[in-house]
């Protein structure tokens, strides 16, 4: 099988490239396994996305983040309409942190950002916040920015479906495999799966997350310190769900920290409950290797963390009625300028990642970014700040 460009990599950065770069007409294979049915004993990579609900907003401390979240919220409703998968719920964001003393650069930055874009937003606090949010209780000393247009979440696994069937509608091929090796000669580029199969492209992009560190894919390391994250959902029953179906997604930086908690309103999943879900560990874990990413994704997170994040969720929602609470693992991986890397390696090898816990509302931007580069239209000028190198 051959190829104008290969994607490896089939999680929300991927199969957004793969879209972009069938869409400009080149011909297209995105390779990547499908999500493991049972992820305790799969041996295999994982990615970030098998999850129901990530935070979508415009409102960021960063104005690349945000100016990559515009566009691509700004291509929501295209996508669903076009590919059929929904994955866009417009319930609201909420931004929330001290308005002085440590910490408060976050909601600084976040309303000079947000003045600076000109979308729309509404400020709240003390009074006022508790009033628009009565089931939220922050301590005194804290501001909020509300996005209400548009902001709320998105589910992932949809997002990615949505996008491999835009890629497949334009010609794109998926390959449900893993690949483990690439190679690269004077006049082509070859990926070798877990399967024996091979693909052979004049470029290829290596779209992987975190797994992007693995041996024998990018001919040279990529920039990333990946870090375990766990995340603590509390499970809600049909009462509840209906008291607290106005609630927006949030972040929340308590005063005093510099380290952000998120939380998802009320979802439901695939196993029939609603979860609210939140995360934010309050210590960092590096992990170094392939093996020590595969054996987190296969832990299911930390019990300690998600009991400690479940107790903060219940501190700011007083009276929250709770069934159950569990926990799943996940990684986030960081870049060192803080942006995405959207960068060639050589002419034929490209790196796409480094979502830096922002990357998922990002993603259909991030992958347009990656398909251009690759398709030799090269990144847009003037429109962000960051050449997306290491």
């Known amino acids: 099988m051959s190829a104008d460009v290969i994607v490896v990599g089939a999680g929300v950065w991927g199969t957004a490239c793969a879209r972009h770069l069938s869409e400009l007409g080149l011909a297209t294979v995105l390779v990547g396994p499908d999500e ?7 041996t295999g990579v994982f990615a970030s996305h098998y999850d129901e609900a990530r935070i979508t907003r415009r409102l960021a401390s960063d104005a690349d983040w945000s100016r990559l979240a515009q566009a691509s919220m700004a291509r ?11 994955f866009h719920a417009p319930v609201g964001a909420l931004m929330v942190g001290a308005s002085s003393g440590f910490g408060s650069e976050f909601m600084t930055k976040t309303l000079e950002v947000a003045q600076s874009e000109g979308f729309a937003f509404q400020g709240f606090s003390g009074e006022t916040l508790a009033e628009r949010f009565p089931f939220l209780s922050f301590p005194e000393g804290v501001s909020a920015l509300y996005e209400e247009d548009g902001g709320g979440w998105i589910n992932p696994r949809q997002h990615v479906l949505a996008e491999i069937a835009l890629a497949t509608q334009s010609g794109a091929q998926l390959i449900r495999s893993e690949a483990v090796r690439i190679s690269e000669s004077a006049d082509a580029v070859t990926v ?3 399967d024996s199969t091979e693909v052979t492209g004049q470029k ?7 797994f992007s560190k693995a041996a024998d894919l990018l001919p040279a390391p990529v920039p990333l310190r990946v870090y375990a994250r766990t995340v603590a959902f509390l499970e809600l029953e049909a009462a509840e769900t209906q008291r607290l179906q106005d609630m927006p997604s949030f972040v929340y930086v308590p005063p005093g920290t510099d380290r952000d908690t998120y939380v998802l309103p009320p979802v439901r999943y695939p196993d029939g409950k609603t979860y609210l879900k939140i995360g934010g560990d309050p210590e960092d874990h590096e992990l170094h290797t392939v093996g020590d990413m595969k054996a987190w994704f296969r832990s299911g997170g930390d019990t300690d963390v998600a009991a400690l994040l479940a107790d903060l969720l ?3 929602m007083p009276g929250l009625r709770v069934e159950s609470v ?8 960081f870049t060192p300028k803080g942006a995405p890397l959207v960068y060639p390696q050589t002419d034929r090898v490209f790196a796409l990642t480094g979502g830096n816990g922002a990357g998922a509302k990002c993603a259909d931007e991030v992958g347009r970014l990656g398909a251009l580069l690759v398709s030799g239209h090269g990144l847009p000028t003037g429109q962000y700040q960051s050449d997306f190198r290491p």
């Open 314 to 316: 219940r501190d700011l």
């Open 326 to 333: 569990s926990h799943g693992s996940c990684v986030t991986c």
């Open 76 to 86: 929501y409703a295209d996508m669903e309409a076009r590919s059929g998968h929904r």
């Open 36 to 42: 493991p049915q049972d992820a305790s004993s799969h």
């Open 204 to 210: 290829v992009v290596v779209a992987c997350g975190a």
């Open 192 to 194: 070798h799966c877990a």
